[in-house]
């Protein structure tokens, strides 16, 4: 065998020549770290989120054509790229030349925030224009399934994009493409609004796609292409990759090493060598095997090469479902069906079928189709004939092994055709519909004798309840000779539940959730085959259409509208209060915004990687480091004793956690020490080899555990007023309840990255980093480095997302970083991976209430007695703050008269939660939310009717005596009933669900009443500064103390300075945030820094305005330029210092200012539900909500978009698992699934109130970051509503609980009919959950 080497490749068009190309490292490594080419971003390392999303290229010979492909460059091996063309975001458009269309588009489109996700969009984007110039709207919109935003709340990004689409525009006659100037915005003369926020800035020219323009594939990959069809080795010292280009070459080499694996995609692969330390020393690629790369079709099935990827896949059977009869292509309807949830297309595009099978995952989706139909393997070796294997009972073996020996090479797999008198369906359930693996799959199929609707043969396959893929045998057995009627529907449930046990301790947890699907699934196969005989003529039951609809339907596409109050300029220049696109739009749609990571390695520069904590809660007995010592480029180990001052952290300046566990440690993923090595590969690799003895102790996780075990982080706090008990006594009712709301992790895209430089004098440090709080930072090194905080500097120049996140957490992994730079005397980089960020950093503090409302018989609340639990894990951090919160919110919009709110901390060994986008709010909202709910349906009333019978008026006082003047409740309720036409909805919802039986709409209406800002407790926090400098060429440098982490403050700024000093925007720039320019910053959080940095910034421009207006009123007819040299000329300072600050005066007798104003919105929402499968789809939401005079309404309704979808992802999508012992199970997106692009409610509006004003900040604007989350949770109870359509069809009435989040499992559940009592619960406690409930 002739080998040749070096790997050769293009990127962006130029060549490259690797003479060392190393089988482990990944496309992504290799641009990032060598071509230094950054836009392209590390988001999971797991093929999860897309943010690394790239072209590849390549010439098929044989199809003389050459195929554009999305990949994921964090799984792509280098050594795959042989031959190919990789286009990265920098190679498509640059601000330096010129911005691609998608590029542009994007950015006016205000479809990026913190930028992050931004550059794999893209390339998701470019690569669908490559293929399809023109595409549909419908393929627009589904092309993102591999692509994760966790700021937009993607509107704005489909939005955007549909200009690139063939179809109409669904904003109809109010499309920016009619409008002369090419805006997209539209007035509305009559009343003075605006819709749509496409940017007043935007280049008409810019929504043009022109193909031709394209750079073109390099000529050598096509003119040469038979020199790149070789066979190859490339080696590195651990690791020998080879690509055979014949199958004699393959066998021979797999003979010569026969432990070797084979690959295609990389997509197990990459997963097992990342988490669970794999090693593969051979690999052998099989992307080049003529025999393992076809696709045939003839009269009895398809063939289809083992080394075929799915997307191939899906071109040829859609090609034979287009060309032969209907009945012939069931089966391969059914694997379009199925294939269309399988990963993302950037899976698909790189995954093959053989790599799925061998894999032999329990939860594959292709498995149990390929058992059902009766799919044939060829399989070949050196040494024995080949052979067929029937995938059929006996194909699988245990926990991923199959038939086929070690030595065996799965060749192609035969799909056969479908018969006229077969029926075959595939079925999967997952947490969300894009980008999931399934909970429970199924093939099913079933044939008939001929012309009857008796059963010949049936074959039943289901993934997700058991180690392996099984077949319902007993069933299949039992069925056959049957008729296709209710007693063989019956006789189905009976045996599927016989051959699909499953224990209540089970792996995956959900286990009557599991087995109600099994029967679930049968059922819709039962209607629908029933359905298909009857049209034939072969049943004459007439179906009714409330019985025959089993399943959601189609998604349509999005659309939507956006609308607020024109504003007029001041001057011509004026910016204030239109929607000007993000600052860092185009840097950010280019690449080359610039995050942490981004910065190119400085001499000298290490890593630090963390050993962790693999237990919740036990004592450190030893460490042994000798084996990580050893490890290649590895420098040092830091630990407890390296640090230089004090060993402690927490919120400054509190001190309640160890930067490095020094005896014990209290949860899972506490940092013991860290592995300083010259790679970040190296460190973590030897951070894995360090070994630590523990004695372990028994470790409290849950709240109740907590309660039990008198586990509280200091004394409870109380909040209300009147006399409970009096209010009790006076009630005509009295019910009592409980409900949780579970974790939430932050999942910003950027995961936590600092660089530490110390300074060789005086013992300086500076820091650049992901950090929302540059001063806590800063005073938290100093204290552990044990120097004047006057000796560090903390520098953020943005942040790719944060959420709470990054207030403080951040500090725990900067600290040993800055330990290690000091100890070192060298720069120290410390970037986490996703699960490493998962693990270490904590989430939203998950609550328990319990509650005791007393009413009256016609719904008005007379008392509330509310105890809320919140899980704060091993450390106290922000969750006082979050529990103020939570207590002084804990009516939400209600007028009660009594009211005691009771709020505990509970002490857990789990990692530290902290803040997150509104703190305690939008639990305690949930848990007023769900008692409401629970009076309305205890009284039998409209929930809407006990809302308004007991809602605040705006003279009324909250109940801790501060007036609501100024919230615009009232206005906002009746608004968002009118915008969305709630009434008759309500009634067409009513109607729909009377003739469906098993899919149900929900209509929900909720409001949301926001104390904005830091409350008067932490009124220090209400302060803020700005710098202002006006150079003498006229430009105007503005540095304040907030953090730009996406939510839009720095244009707000740059609006706010150019409006003041009245100059072109262009004129003002803002670089970075440090705290050597601006000193003691409030941390950017709480929804205030544009209220108290648009204070100082404008109070700094104000002062030296007020220095140019004798220059000005000397020299009208001046220009900027000249007024600022005339003033220089005298001595005049250019540069001022601003301030603001805010003192809110508040005490529980007399009341006052507990938050600087209100902030209201009101959201309805409706959903379709799935009742057999517990999945739905969010057909419309509209808002209403008040931003008082937005200063920039597409910042401040991306604000509103992205809160929402972060708190429908909070109630309903994102179960954050930890098992009984502490360990955390979900640790990337391949398990905690956020929102993704398809879940945008299908239409969307969003409405600014009109002629709201505002006298607490900066141009009567109202801080908007956090208040419309708890929106999100209108789907919840949207959710809930169609839920008890299904109950009441039952027969089952009154109310019932579900806790949040409402994922799939417990809506199911909560459906009670035949199939989901067929598997009761077990008895809790007697027996050892998957996991717990924090
Ligand atoms: C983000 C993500 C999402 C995913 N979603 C899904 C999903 O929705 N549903 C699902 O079922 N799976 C899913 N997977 C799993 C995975 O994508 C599939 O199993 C895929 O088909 C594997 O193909 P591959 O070519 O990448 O395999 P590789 O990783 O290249 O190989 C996988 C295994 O198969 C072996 N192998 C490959 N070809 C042969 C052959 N011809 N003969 C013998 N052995 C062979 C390899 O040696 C290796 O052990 C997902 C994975 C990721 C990363
Ligand atoms: S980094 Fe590649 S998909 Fe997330
Ligand atoms: S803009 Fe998409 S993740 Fe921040």
Known sequence: MEFSTPLVFFVNGQKIVENNADPNETLLQYVRNRLHLTGSKLGCGEGGCGACTVMVSSYGQHRDQIIHLSVNACLAPICSLHGMAVTTVEGIGSTKTRLHPVQEQLANAHGTQCGFCTPGIVMSMYTLLRNNPRPTQKEMESYFDGNLCRCTGYRPILQGFQSFTKDACPMGENCCMNKKDGSGQVTNNTDGMVNGVANGEADETSLLYDPSQEPIFPPELKVNAHLYNTSLKFSSSSNTWYRPISLDELLDLKKLHPSARLIVGNTELGIEKKFKNAEFPVLICTTHIEAMNEVQLDERGLVIGASVTLSRIQEAMQSAVDSLPEWKTRIFAAFLDMLQWFASHQIRNVAAIGGNIMTASPISDLIPLLMAAGAELYVMSKDSKPRYVKMDHTFLKGYRKTDLNPEEILISVKVPCSNEQEHFYGYKVANRKDDDIAIVSAGLDVQFQKGTDVIENISCAYGGMAPTTVMALKTMAALIGSHWDESMLTKACNQLEADLPLSPGAPGGMVEFRRTLTTSFFFKFFITVKTKLIEKGIITEILSPEKSVVSLGPRACTKGIQVFEEHTKESPVDIVGHPVAHNSAQQQTTGEAVYVDDMKKIEGELNIAFVLSTKARAKILSVDTSDALQMPGVKDYVCAKDVPGKNIFGVWPMADEEIFASNEVYCH????????????????????????????????????????????????????????????AKSDHVIEGEVRVGAQEHFYLETITHRVIPQNEDGCVELYASTQAATDMQLQVARALGVNANRVVVKVKRIGGAFGGKEIRP???????????????????????????????????PFLAKYKVGFTSEGKIISLDVQMYLNSGKATDLSRSVMTRALSHCENAYNIPNIRATGCLCKTNISTNTAFRAFGGPQSYFIVETWITHVADFLGKPTKEIRELNMYKDSDMKFFKQPLEGSNLTRIWQEVQEKSNYESR???????????????????????????????????????????????????????????????????????????????????????????????????AASSSSDIYGGAVKNACEILCKRLEPYMKSNPNGTWESWVGAAYMDCIQLSASGFYNRSLKWDKENGGKLFPYWVCGAAVTEVE????????????????????????PAVDIGQIEGAFTQGYGLFCLEHYKINPDGILLTQGPSTYKIPSFRNVPVEMNVHLLKGSRNDEAVFSSKGIGEPPLFLGASVFFAIKDAISSARA??????????????????????????????????????????????
């Open 669 to 728: 993923g506490q940092i013991i020490g860290g592995i300083v090595a010259d790679t970040k590969v190296h460190a973590q690799k030897a951070a894995k080899k360090v070994k630590v003895g523990y004695e372990e102790m028994k470790p409290i996780i849950t709240i109740e555990e907590a309660i039990a075990n008198n586990s509280f982080d200091g004394e409870s706090r109380s909040m209300g007023r009147g006399d409970t008990e009096a209010g009790f």
């Open 1289 to 1334: 069809d039952e027969g089952i009435t009154g109310y019932f609980r579900i806790d949040s989040p409402a994922t799939p499992d417990k809506i199911r559940m909560a459906c009670q009919d035949r199939f989901s009592k067929q598997f009761p619960s077990a008895q809790k406690g007697s027996y050892r959950p998957w996991f717990v409930d924090l």
């Open 811 to 845: 500090v725990s992994t900067a600290l040993p970083a800055a330990v290690a730079a000091v100890k070192l005397n060298s720069p120290i980089r410390t970037d986490l991976d996703r699960d490493e960020d998962m693990i270490i950093t904590g989430t939203r503090n």
């Open 1169 to 1192: 539900l799935d009742c057999l499968t517990g999945e739905h789809e969010v057909l419309r939401t509209d808002i209403v909500m008040d931003v008082g005079r937005s200063l920039n």
């Open 986 to 1084: 309500k009634k067409t919802v009513d109607e729909f669900n009377r003739n469906s039986r098993w899919v149900k709409h929900g209509l929900s209406l909720i409001p949301v009443l926001y104390g904005i800002g830091y409350e008067s407790e932490a009124n220090f926090l209400n302060q803020g500064s700005a710098l202002v400098h006006i150079y003498l060429d006229g430009s105007v440098l503005v540095t304040h103390g907030g953090v730009e982490m996406g939510q839009g403050l720095h244009i707000k700024m740059i609006q706010i300075a150019s409006h003041v000093l009245k100059i072109p925007r262009d004129k003002v720039f803002i670089n970075d945030t440090t705290t050597d320019k601006i000193p003691n910053t409030s941390p950017s």
